[in-house]
């Protein structure tokens, strides 16, 4: 992509409203747009990096055997009406009276949608297990939307959903979910802590909260500097070997986590000092099992292999893409700008004239932006005729992992410079040689 062919509407200043550095950096980038009170549009260069979050959270949910279908954002009242839903949800639910004065809804979330959907075609214990998931545009109407996408009230979710016949077999999807959560934040790059969280009526153990450290977290944390050591299941593993799910969930959940709502004091007290990490975080995922709390009152039913009809245990597993990318930033930025880890930048390279007109930098360049494209690279060339300071600036502010700086006295040494975003290291190495170096 040519910067001059582009649209990445940079802000010069800092964007008055943003109190936060995630949410300053993605206007001043010109990733995103305030629409309305809590709504964004997501400008190209956002769009990118929230296709490449999205592909990582589709991958891995693939990867564990869920199953994607995607479900509308418009919901009729009369479905959440069955499991009680439609009162009880309150102000934060959008609602929508269509030409018919039929009463409709923007969707919050699609338990109610997903269990009709089940509901309707599944009906023996041997179509389980299963897990559908989506990922589809939310509203919630927030009381205070807030540090941009990080809490808005138009939020993109993937949302999945599982149903097995009895608890036993729920417990094994909540696992494939869980260790699916941990390869997913890994590979955006992040340090997630899976955190006990509240089950209210429903009992148990089985909801945990995946959460970011950030000093601008919305939650006061407390866990054990253990999680900072302990290694991510790689791709290889098994999502069909139950023991093996449940052995790496058993490591991830035995030294203490928890959120300000679930902190047990005498637990935390009961830890050494060194071992003690209070923290603020940011919630990215949450995945939780509810039983039959829907599958009863909007009679989910499957044959069990006795013959008799049982409601379905269900879990639902949620992961905010659109919060993430906010997430990302917090969690890797400099004074400069946003630092993309590899796998989420917009582009893998940002290739840099910086003298366009000058008849050897523009040849060096031309040859070097087919050749990185050739590599498989996505590259963003700036060939605009601006002050160099300018291009630094924001080369550095919108984060890409490698820049390749061409300058007139290179080009016609036959040479580029180098430089990592993360480490800010540099090196000159011939042009020849710089395609390879990058995508190596
Ligand atoms: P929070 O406590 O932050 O309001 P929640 O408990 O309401 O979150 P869930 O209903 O579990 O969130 O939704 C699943 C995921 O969707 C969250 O983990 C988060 O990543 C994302 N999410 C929820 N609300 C918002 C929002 N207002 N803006 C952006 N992302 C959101
Ligand atoms: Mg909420």
Redesign the pocket.
Known sequence: MRLSRFFLPILKENPKEAEIVSHRLMLRAGMIRQQAAGIYSFLPLGKRVLDKVCAIIREEQDRSGAIELLMPTIQSADLWRESGRYEAYGKEMLRIADRHERELLFGP?NEEMVTDIFRSSVRSYKDLPLNLYHIQWKF?D?VR?RFG?????E?L?K?AYSFDLDFEAAQIAYHRMFVAYLRTFARCGLQAIPMRADTGPIGGNLSH?FIILASTG?SEVFCHRDFLGLTVPGEDVDFADAGALAAIVRDWTTPYAATDEMHDTAAWDALSADDRLAARGI????IFYFGTKYSEPMNAVVTGPDGKDVPVHMGSY???P???LAAIIEASHDEAGIVWPKSVAPFDVGLINMKPGDADCDAACETLYAELGRAGLDVLYDDQDTRAGAKFATMDLIGLPVQVIVGPRGAKAGEAEIKLRATGERETIPLAAVAARVAA
């Open positions: 979330t919630r927030e939307p996408v990080m809490r808005s009230r939020f979710m949302d909260e919305e919630e990215v995922g949450h949620g992961i905010g659109s919060r993430l």
